[in-house]
């Protein structure tokens, strides 16, 4: 059974088939698409908020032909001391795939192994490859030339993510950079740095020489395609908040910052955004700042995860 619980649980041939999904899926929305979910309820169960996740999900579910179930973690039993594997394993009987939000990163590994159908990572504390698929497919958009290549035009393109570079956007970037042949420069506070553990999974995918950290900001921005940050304080995190605002206030991404980067770089950012703390509110207002075409891209890019999963599952 084919999951998709990191960057790298697809193979070459089925990242460019979600790829070229995706800009199909964008260009004929609203017109026929083939039901690919027909007669499949796909439930997701989530245990943090979400505004773009939930949504873009339910909504593709839908235009696939399929059924979305949401499952509050608490108003099911698993929030009540049930276990993942009897879970997996229920859940497995009624329904076609488990999209999942949660905190501990082996949840979603162990649902994956206990269950029989296709698992998303929908964000975990570690990782959030959905993100980071959408995210390369917007860029992709903006550098893509004549002969329609989309991965063909991040090759060699730097990215520079600031602040929280131990969160699951900085680690998930580690694994997108290596993944679609990017550089990444990680830069954040020091007792942020990329952890022992993260190294070696950075070492075992391969992608040891794609990142660099650094804790000057000024010399990861340079020379950017991309400029990127994410929330200082992520869901789990927000005991913690008072110390992380002090310590990251030197990585906001504001205009004199942007502007070391290469002219045309791009602003991007997962979302939800706090104005004034990882980000100045003129550069979410900036002509660059190309954030709304990113969260609407989240429907696209998983409709074309989900398309390539349920095929393999039929296959
Ligand atoms: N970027 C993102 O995953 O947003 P939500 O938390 O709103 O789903
Ligand atoms: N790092 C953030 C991402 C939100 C989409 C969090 O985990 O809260």
Redesign the pocket.
Known sequence: MKHFLKETDLQPHEVAEVFALARDFKAKRGRHVPPVLANQTWALIFS?S?T??RVSFEVGIHELGGNPLFLNRNDVQLGRGETIEDTAKVLSRYVHGLIVRTYDHSDVEQLAAAGSVPVINA?T?FL?PC?IYTDAFTMAERWVGADGDLLGSLRGRKIAFLG?TA???ANSWVLGAGLFGMKLSLSGPAEFAPTDEFKALAKAEGFEDVYEFTTDPTEAVEDADVVYT??W?????EEETEERLAQMAPYQVNIPLFERAKPDALFMH???AHAGEEVSANVLKHERCIIFDEAENRLHTQKAIMAVLAQQARA
């Open positions: 943090k979400s773009r996740t964000l504390d959030h993100q929280d969160c699951n956007m994410d929330v304080v992520s869901m789990g995190k997962c979302l939800p």
